[in-house]
């Protein structure tokens, strides 16, 4: 248990459905983050929130929508997307302005794309 | 961003030493160095973290030269429950970004 919960843990959803993953944390983090990894891939940094502001969006396609509506919970809204969107999506915490800090990450969500 | 480089892959024994080591030539003054584990389908584990010359904790040991160019990551006496990815992660932690960003990793294999 890393004090990051995500939910659901396994998802699957049509092309045309909409579906959103849910992020939480109450380990008194500032920043969050949403990765997305592919299999036998490296970790894809998709979005980064600092103080529930976004300060990175790595080219991400708009079908991939972002949700901090606090410092704890983080969102990512999903719609109309395609088969190779299937990936495992991790969210992450972080306290940004502690000099040494690490990341604490949940245990993902599985997401198919049928 | 300090760019890493680490071997791709690794195998060993269990009960061996594994030591992993990664080059960050470009490290810069602020940046530490943090090492995370990945299992199978979870999310990395942070497993040490150091700035210079050697920091032990309960599951590894971390060692940096004094130019601080490379590090390596000690495993003593692995089992098979630490296959697994290993990643190599440098930044400066206050920036958020930069001390997130994931490389290919090391894959390790134990083998019995």
């Known amino acids: 248990e890393t004090g990051v919960t995500q939910t659901p843990r396994h998802l699957v959803m049509g092309m045309t459905n909409k579906k959103s993953l849910k992020c939480e944390q109450h380990?008194?983090?500032?920043?969050m983050y949403w990765y997305k990894q592919s299999a036998k891939k490296p970790l894809e940094l998709m979005f980064v929130?600092?103080?529930?502001?976004?300060?990175e969006n790595n080219s991400v396609p708009s079908r991939f929508s972002p949700e901090c509506p606090n410092s704890s919970h983080l969102f990512l809204h999903l719609h109309t997307l395609q088969p190779e969107d299937s990936a495992l999506y991790l969210c992450?915490?972080?306290?940004?302005?502690?000099?040494?800090?690490?990341?604490?990450f949940g245990q993902g969500t599985r997401l198919t794309v049928v | 961003l300090a760019k890493t480089t680490q071997p791709i892959s690794m195998d060993s024994y269990e009960g061996q030493e594994v030591n992993i080591t990664c080059s960050h030539n470009?490290?810069?003054?602020?940046?530490?160095i943090t090492w995370y584990q990945q299992f199978p389908s979870q999310g990395p584990r942070f497993i040490i973290q150091?700035?210079?010359t050697k920091v032990t904790n309960e599951v590894a040991s971390l060692f940096i030269p004094a130019d601080r160019k490379s590090s390596t990551l000690s495993l003593p006496r692995v089992s098979l429950s630490d296959t697994a990815v290993y990643y190599c992660?440098?930044?400066?932690?206050?920036?958020?970004?930069?001390?997130?960003?994931f490389g290919s990793g090391t894959r390790l294999q134990v083998q019995p």
């Open positions: 992450a915490s972080s306290q940004p302005d502690k000099k040494n800090t690490e990341a604490f």
């Open positions: 380990l008194g983090h500032n920043a």
């Open positions: 929130y600092n103080f529930k502001e976004q300060t």
């Open positions: 470009n490290i810069a003054t602020n940046d530490y």
């Open positions: 150091g700035y210079k």
């Open positions: 992660l440098v930044g400066d932690s206050g920036t958020g970004r930069r001390a997130l960003t």
